[in-house]
């Protein structure tokens, strides 16, 4: 079964920087599909960012030229740099990864609060 495992979540004031990292039990991961989502309280889950195989990558709008979107394969992992955050961003943070085989693969998700 594959994990995926989030971390660098945390508590950050408004203005401020956080990067989250997603690390992949298998290495199979640098075949699919890696993005980032966010829930935020009452709300549904929105999409974020996206990296493919080719290091490929798009961005919804409303974090564009705020959030970065990386994958170091050696490691495993996929990264999410996010810059200039506001209290709005306030969330639940879901890396998902869906496999070449196109099935889908959700971490537990971290907590990021950003404080006015």
């Known amino acids: 079964q594959v994990q995926l495992v989030e971390s660098g979540g945390g508590l950050v004031q408004a203005g401020g920087s956080l990067r989250l990292s997603c690390s992949a039990s298998?290495?199979?991961?640098?075949?699919?599909?890696m993005d980032w989502y966010r829930q935020a309280p009452g709300k549904q889950r929105e999409f974020l960012a996206r990296i493919i195989r080719s290091h490929s990558t798009n961005y919804a709008d409303s974090v564009k030229g705020r959030f970065t979107i990386s994958r170091d394969n050696a490691k495993n992992t996929v990264s999410l740099q996010m810059n200039s955050l506001k209290p709005e961003y306030t969330a639940i943070y879901y890396c998902?990864?869906?496999?070449?085989?196109?099935?889908?693969?959700w971490g537990q998700g971290t907590q990021v609060t950003v404080s006015i």
């Open positions: 298998t290495s199979n991961f640098i075949l699919g599909t």
């Open positions: 998902h990864w869906r496999s070449d085989y196109g099935v889908d693969y």
